[in-house]
């Protein structure tokens, strides 16, 4: 390139030239143009970015419509004693709210270092923040930092959600500063901590209580940190499978609180030396020993009370009232006794309480196969599919199998006929099978005295989830021979018809539809006895027999009165047939529906509680989430009978537990002297098996039995249920049942409830009848007895004397008379002592035999019967003395029992 003279010169030229003007001037006006352009297009590109904006503003929800607290709040259940036993949660509900004045300066302390340090500074949004995390992301050339404030985070959490898109961080960002004008940073604050996903729930409160089982305001400097280092990513940051992730973030809330001076460097070096992640992981452990996601028998029947007196008391629909449960952060206060209930859970689960395996056991099969098939079809099959697949080869064929492996051979070969796999074919999530162990039992403890339910089982074995069958309150079973003291002896009590001392006659007796009514004894006929005796033998006919002398409409009304809601008046079945459990049946437990264990044992437990039968309830008040009482839990109490009468009933029911002749001595308590009594019941061929007692503390009732109504062969319902209540009893201080002032003791004849006569009841062959029996006042007898009479009897043929019988050979003997004809040759224990116009009569005296005698062996000839010399020729007197006396024939001996039932 030339810098000479002349070289300048030459380029003087060319720009001045006349060409080189023109492309000038092209250029400056291109570039003018350009520039113009780019600022119409600048200008034009600000309207319509302030437009988007404006109008992504203007889509933003008013500032005044929106709430940013949080919602949301677990329901917790407290036992009797205030102590949380289970929490409700539904979706995004596990929180428990607390102040921020209940909240660590630490843990405070430590959100603010690590999620927006300005926080106290900016008003919504931090502009430094932003700026600084640009340069972040574009030294990582990715997006590694962001710039949200704990406010931005506060509406995104609560109001905006969705994905991160710019309209929302713009409406984000507009919110913050707005909701910063409107709430102040305490209150912001408060409510993003009770907000904050945490993994393992929302809010600091719930994340303190389930990593450290502590409550918020007991956390340590570690503590704090770890709980909000979890806040950037619920998942990857959590502690429990996370530890190292977690502390890495930590350290950095620690070191930027000592670089802010939040904390003493002596804070610090405490903080990185708690070994804090060791306690987490050992709490852990206890906690998954001791909590399950499946509720206990009690909390379903809790949550099903309380959602159907929401709908009842407060007119919510039914997911109004769910959601309220799940949702609505209740305190739900229940009468459980979880000493009690442990106790009740340690009896089902001990295997030695239930038949051997060996013996009767198996388990029934619930199943549930889903199959999506290669052509893209879905098909769902059940328990009920593969029972009708084997049944068409096997009419025999049922559900229960003697092992879960016995099982599972059926289970393939049904899915292998309807699943092709190598086809293809594909089994979906969620199928499979669920075992439920048989025979299954459950079991209710009342309080009686103020019908609190303190424990329930609902059924042997592991629980498999929420609100399943429920064998203690939400299952009809047929309570046979469990029934005839509330249908039949307590109302015939109680209207005065009938007292314990009544006597009925125990001898063929039949239904008025012609059926015969059995005994549950198969070895003949009791006879005669009392109303005392029947209940503790729990004699059958006898029960009926007094029901149908009442009325069976009677025995009807005092169970309804009693608290049962199962039984029917009248019912029409689909098929077009007409039932009523008002009838004979009733007297023995043969109802339409059946009746659930729950509402047996309130009727048992207002016999126990002197006749006021007491609702039983299963929570006592409920909270809502502001404290305010939302539900007071109000039970009906009212007198189902008079006092005398559950003294009477409960006097007889200590002999089905404590006489030689009751059905219940199995549940004698083995080391605690406490009164028990009560009623067993068994349905026909075993199918149930109950029993109902109390002490003078609470009442229980135990069923036991197949779910699909098989056979028990065993019996095992006394043992479970003395396992459950004697535990519970010890350390109790001693009671007995009182007698009230409307009971009086009168000795009576047990043949006929009458007062006893001297010299006949008390002579009874088979020992004395006379006994102490307890009347209700005004009730006791006032008459003799005539049952019993005496007879003369020969004691040489035992039959009854004639005018024939000498006189020598006369005794009196006791008979009774019996109140019914018997017309049958069944074996009645009790027909040898009784006096009927057909009794026998001596057959060895007559009008030929009055003075039987021994031939003389010196006499060769015959002795006449009417010889008056003693000549020898048959015509002798054999009165003089010259013969030696006949040896008397001795008295036939008859084996009187001491007792007729032995």
């Not at 419509?65 to 289970?86: F, K, L």
């Not at 509406?155 to 910063?180: D, H």
């Not at 063929?508 to 005392?532: D, E």
């Amino acid at each position: 390139m030339s810098y000479s003279k002349s070289g300048n010169k030459i380029k003087q030229k060319n720009i001045k030239s006349k060409k080189k003007k023109v492309e000038n001037k092209i250029n400056i006006s291109f570039i003018r143009v350009f520039l113009l352009t780019l600022a119409a297009v600048c200008i034009a590109g600000t309207c319509i970015a302030v437009g988007v904006i404006k109008s992504i503003i203007d889509d933003a929800p008013d500032i005044s419509t929106i709430n940013v607290a949080p919602e949301g709040y677990a329901s917790i259940i407290y036992d009797q004693s205030g102590n949380e036993i289970a929490k409700l949660v539904g979706s995004e509900a596990n929180r428990i709210y607390v102040e921020l004045d209940q909240i660590p300066k630490y843990l405070v302390n430590a959100l603010i270092a690590l999620e927006d340090e300005r926080f106290w500074d900016h008003n919504g949004i931090d502009i430094k923040g932003m700026v600084r995390a640009v340069f972040a992301n574009l030294q990582a050339g990715e997006k590694d930092e962001g710039a949200s404030t704990i406010t931005q985070q506060l509406l995104k959490n609560n109001v905006l959600g969705g994905a991160k898109t710019y309209k929302r961080k713009i409406q984000e960002q507009y919110l913050a500063i707005q909701l910063e004008n409107t709430l102040s940073k305490e209150q912001i604050l408060e409510y993003y901590l009770n907000t904050i996903n945490l993994n393992k729930g929302f809010g600091v409160q719930t994340a303190a209580k389930r990593y450290f089982n502590k409550d918020v305001w007991d956390l340590s400097l570690s503590e704090s940190a770890v709980i909000v280092s979890i806040a950037q990513s619920p998942v990857l940051m959590d502690p429990i499978k996370y530890p190292e992730s977690n502390q890495k973030r930590q350290r950095i809330a620690l070191s930027k609180m000592l670089e802010l001076k939040m904390i003493t460097q002596a804070e610090y070096d405490e903080a990185i030396a708690d070994d804090v992640y060791s306690r987490i992981q050992e709490y852990n452990e206890e906690y998954n020993q001791n909590n399950s996601s499946v509720n206990s028998y009690f909390v379903d029947e809790v949550i099903l009370r309380v959602i159907e007196d929401l709908k009842v008391n407060k007119g919510y629909t039914e997911t109004q009232a769910s959601n309220l449960i799940y949702r609505g952060g209740l305190s739900i206060y229940v009468t459980q006794d979880m000493q009690i209930q442990i106790v009740c859970d340690d009896a089902f689960a001990d295997e030695a309480n239930f038949p051997a395996k060996t013996k009767d056991y198996a388990v029934q099969l619930t199943y549930r196969l889903s199959v999506e098939y290669a052509d893209g079809s879905t098909k769902h099959f059940s328990e009920g599919h593969l029972e009708k697949f084997f049944k068409e080869t096997d009419p025999k064929f049922d559900l229960l199998f003697k092992s879960e492996e016995d099982a599972q051979k059926y289970i393939d070969e049904f899915k292998n006929s309807v699943c092709n796999e190598a086809a293809g074919d594909v089994v979906l999530a969620g199928s499979g099978p669920v075992f439920t162990e048989q025979p299954q039992a459950s079991i209710v403890i009342i309080d009686y005295h103020n019908g609190h339910v303190k424990a329930i089982v609902g059924g042997r074995g592991e629980k498999s989830g929420n609100l399943t069958l429920n064998r203690a309150t939400n299952t009809y079973r047929q309570p046979g021979s469990l029934f005839k003291v509330l249908s039949t002896y307590l109302p015939a009590i109680d209207t005065g018809a009938y007292t314990l001392a009544s006597v009925g006659e125990d001898i063929p007796y039949n239904y008025l539809s012609g059926t015969p009514v059995n005994n549950w004894y198969t070895t003949g006929y009791i006879g005669t006895a009392t109303v005392r005796e029947a209940i503790a033998h729990s004699m059958n006919i006898i029960a009926v027999k007094t029901l149908t002398s009442i009325g069976p409409q009677l025995g009807y009304d005092y169970l309804i009165s009693l608290g049962f809601t199962s039984l029917v008046s009248s019912f029409t079945s689909d098929d077009g047939r007409i039932f009523s459990d008002i009838g004979q049946p009733l007297a023995l437990g043969g109802i339409t529906k059946g009746v659930s264990n729950l509402e047996t044992t309130a009727a048992y437990g207002a016999i126990a509680n002197d006749g006021v039968y007491i609702e039983p309830i299963f929570y006592t008040k409920v909270l809502d989430a502001d404290g305010t009482l939302l539900l007071d839990k109000q039970q009906v109490s009212k007198r189902v009978m008079e006092d005398s009468t559950a003294f009477l009933l409960t006097s007889a029911m200590s002999d089905v537990v404590n006489s030689n002749i009751g059905t219940a001595s199995g549940v004698r308590f083995k080391n605690v002297k406490m009164p028990v009594v009560g009623k067993s019941g068994t349905t026909s061929n075993t199918v149930d098996y109950w029993f109902s007692g109390y002490t003078p503390y609470y009442v229980a009732t135990i069923w036991a039995g197949y779910d699909m109504n098989n056979p028990v062969k065993e019996g095992f319902h006394l043992r479970l249920w003395r396992a459950a209540m004697e535990p519970i009893h010890v350390g109790l201080p001693f009671k007995d049942f009182e007698k009230p002032a409307s009971v009086v003791s009168v000795n009576v004849c047990k043949k006929s409830g009458l007062l006893p006569v001297e010299g006949l009841c008390d002579q009874d062959p088979r020992g004395s009848m006379v006994y102490s029996e307890y009347f209700t006042r005004g009730t006791e007898p006032t008459e003799y007895c005539t049952t019993h009479v005496k007879a003369e009897v020969c004691t040489v043929s035992g039959q009854l004397a004639t005018e024939y019988c000498p006189t020598s050979t006369v005794t009196s003997k006791v008979f009774f008379v019996r109140s019914e004809p018997v017309t049958t040759t069944d074996i009645i224990k009790d027909a040898q002592y009784e006096l009927k116009p057909d009794t026998p009569k001596c057959t060895i005296h007559g009008p030929q035999t009055t003075q039987p005698t021994v031939p003389n062996p010196n006499n060769n000839g015959n002795n006449g019967n009417n010889g008056n010399n003693g000549n020898g020729n048959g015509n002798g007197n054999n009165g003089d003395g010259d013969d030696e006396p006949e040896e008397e024939t001795p008295i036939p001996e008859i084996d009187f029992p001491s007792n007729i039932f032995d």
